[in-house]
């Protein structure tokens, strides 16, 4: 079956230590999303690549790094530079093309706790 | 992404009741999608409407898109315990960014 994994799916860090998201579409899929979800809000867009080798920051990048070497993956790092990570983040992606035709397909997310 | 506003943020029905989450732009919308996201899950899409006035359904769930493509509706009939969640109306982007903007929905508690 076609979708989209995404691992951990909880993670517990220390303050100060980076840590990676893992998030692997087998859709063929050419556009990728990251996602943070706070509790009891919706979801605010960190990162998106529409392409390999491309990505854009979204409307929270800050303190996020990403990189989109292949098409199927598109991994984030949550930085120490973050100042509030803890949040359940949630990875999608789409077929791409024109703008509004993009309908999302999610993994079963992450839930990163920092200690 | 474009602006939309959800309303109600909560609902809470008796289960066999029926519901209504309700979406509302300043501004004309190419199309809109719907998604439901289940307590600790993760957001499933469920509809795009893209024709003005367009009604569609599924099952219990009825979907509409206003005939000025400003305004858009999910009701559920008889709600169940199954449809305890989180609906999202999302709108397509406005500028060249090609994100979706997911506001907070609105949050139904089905009460046995």
């Known amino acids: 079956d076609g979708g989209i994994t995404q691992s951990p799916k909880y993670l517990f860090r220390k303050e100060g230590q980076n840590v990676t998201l893992s998030c692997e579409q087998n859709?063929?899929?050419?556009?990728m999303y990251w996602y943070r979800q706070d509790p009891g809000q919706g979801l605010r867009l960190i990162y998106y690549?529409?392409?390999?080798?491309?990505?854009q920051k979204g409307d929270i990048a800050e303190g996020y790094s990403v990189s989109r070497e292949k098409k199927e993956s598109f991994p984030l790092t949550v930085t120490s530079a973050q100042k509030n990570p803890t949040a359940f983040y949630l990875c999608a992606s789409s077929r791409g093309g024109v703008a509004g035709a993009n309908v999302l397909t999610f993994g079963a997310g992450s839930r990163l706790t920092v200690l | 992404g474009q602006q939309v506003m959800q309303i109600p943020q909560y609902q809470h029905v008796q289960e066999g009741e029926d519901f209504t989450t309700y979406c509302n732009s300043s501004t004309t919308l190419s199309n809109i999608q719907w998604y439901k996201q289940r307590p600790g899950g993760h957001p499933v899409f469920l509809i795009q409407l893209v024709k003005s006035g367009e009604v569609k359904k599924q099952k219990r769930l009825t979907f509409q898109f206003g005939e000025a493509k400003k305004n858009s509706s999910l009701h559920i009939t008889a709600t169940q315990t199954t449809d305890v969640g989180t609906y999202f109306c999302v709108p397509p982007d406005s500028g060249s960014a090609r994100q979706l903007t997911f506001g907070s929905g609105t949050q139904l508690t089905v009460l046995p």
């Open positions: 859709l063929n899929h050419d556009a």
């Open positions: 690549s529409q392409i390999v080798n491309d990505f």
